[in-house]
């Protein structure tokens, strides 16, 4: 099941991806020859709309084969647009998969809650040994106060690394006890693995997706310096960048699947936003570097050959990066 759900997510992900290019060019009156969901050998295959609708064989992609974008069709279809409408069919992908993680994060929001940090801190973990143990915290704890302050955020738990006598307020099972714990001069580590707290909050849609333009927005910057980060450090050789291909995906669509239908739109809107910020790299073959491109012709004169050259180079570049982040998945799931 994690694969199929992996295929629809993506499959999803993808054919939204491509609509965007479609509609933004027919709406400029611009033929679209072909639409494909998949690379490769076409599976199925039905005209409509003047377009032939495809379904192929490598579901890791797919293309809207628009007019105009070939040096042989230099002066028609989308090579006759004027640059705003190059633009727009350029980056309709994009703002389509955008548009599709604010509106499920905006259902989330109104279904499940926002999810908001109480300040509290969650034992996920009490080392054998430890203070902490000594102190009688156990896995599950839910870290209310230390010395009669409630905690304001769950990294106040550090301020039990302070010589002398503290108390513990936790909540156990529904139950509040105090417990009391002892540190001295020459400790360095309490002794457990905790997370933050959360709860959930019930918005309305349209205040849901007011937040949620508005988080990933905030964290925008964030992302992109992680995806980056991570790409450098996948060319690097790097096992730990944080960056997962394909198989990876799959064993991580496998896991939200036990976790319920929320976890796997959470991990929809995930693909969706680091598809769009992907794109948007200025690297050849994606819409960011034929945005590039498209900027640069208007100071410099690229020949169509020139450009798919680029292009043809930048596909190249592509795939060689598929398959180390692949080998990588793989050297992670056999523990290598």
């Not at 109480?118 to 040994?129: F, Q, Y």
Request: charged share 15%.
């Amino acid at each position: 099941m994690s694969l199929v759900w992996f295929l629809i997510i993506i499959g999803v992900s993808i054919f939204v991806h491509e609509l965007g290019h479609y509609l933004a060019a027919r709406v400029q009156g611009v033929r679209v020859k072909a639409f494909s969901l998949g690379f490769g050998p076409v599976l199925l295959r039905r005209q409509a709309w003047g377009t032939e609708w495809r379904l192929s064989a490598i579901p890791l992609g797919g293309y809207a084969d628009i007019e105009g974008l070939l040096p042989e069709e230099r002066g028609r279809g989308y090579d006759a647009l004027p640059f705003l409408g190059k633009l727009l069919v350029l980056v309709a992908g994009v703002l389509m998969n955008i548009l599709l993680a604010w509106g499920l994060l905006a259902f989330l929001f109104s279904a499940q809650g926002v999810p908001e940090a109480t300040g509290r801190a969650i034992i996920l973990e009490v080392l054998p040994g430890s203070v902490a143990e000594e102190a009688g915290l156990r896995a599950g704890d839910i870290l209310v106060a230390i010395d009669g302050t409630p905690l304001a955020q769950a990294q106040g738990i550090e301020r039990v690394k302070t010589p002398g006598e503290h108390t513990l307020t936790v909540l156990r099972q529904g139950q509040e006890l105090t417990l009391s714990l002892t540190w001295k001069e020459g400790m360095e580590r309490l002794g457990v693995v905790y997370q933050p707290e959360v709860a959930f909050r019930r918005v309305g849609f349209l205040e849901g997706l007011g937040l949620a333009v508005g988080r990933t927005l905030a964290f925008g910057p964030q992302m992109v310096k992680a995806l980056v980060g991570g790409l450098l450090s996948v060319l690097a050789g790097n096992p730990d960048n944080g960056v997962m291909g394909p198989v990876g995906m799959v064993a991580e669509t496998g896991r939200a699947a036990q976790e319920g239908l929320f976890r796997l739109l959470e991990l929809t809107v995930a693909i969706n936003l680091s598809l769009a910020l992907f794109n948007l790299l200025p690297i050849p073959a994606l819409d960011g570097g034929r945005i590039l491109i498209l900027f640069l012709s208007r100071f410099l004169r690229i020949r169509p050959e020139q450009e798919a050259m680029v292009h043809y180079l930048g596909f190249l570049f592509l795939i060689l990066l598929v398959i180390l982040v692949t080998f990588q998945d793989l050297r992670r799931l056999l523990g290598g």
